[in-house]
Nanobody, 120 residues
């Protein structure tokens, strides 16, 4: 199983970026997909998550500015980031909890991380 993230970059404050992450491999179903970020000097933190039922949850700093969505037919999750602030600068990581064929347990996978830089 692999998670391939894309869409990071450099943007001015107030701008927008859209991140994408596609999961591929021996996947039976996905319980949830999420985005985390790690800002310089900080621990990795949850940004937003979406369950296979469509439920979403956001960290307080991004509520009202970021929107997470998914395309279950393509095992892909998106993060639309609007009204970006310099403090959103971080490496963003895609995360998935999923089930693989032949196993009953839930596996957790991480993408490679994509840099988001917001200039003031």
């Amino acid at each position: 199983v692999q998670l391939q993230a894309s869409g990071g970059g450099l943007v001015q404050a107030g701008g927008s970026l859209r991140l994408s992450c596609a999961a591929s491999g021996n996947i039976v179903s996905i319980d949830r997909m999420a985005w985390y970020r790690q800002r310089p000097g900080n621990q990795r933190e949850l940004v937003a998550m979406v369950t296979n039922g469509g439920g979403t949850n956001y960290a307080d700093p991004v509520k009202g500015r970021f929107t997470i969505s998914s395309d279950n037919t393509k095992n892909t999750v998106f993060l639309q980031m609007d009204s970006l602030k310099p403090e959103d600068t971080a490496v963003y990581y895609c995360n998935s909890r999923l089930r693989r064929r032949g196993f009953t347990m839930v596996f957790e996978y991480w993408g490679q991380g994509t840099q988001v830089t917001v200039s003031s």
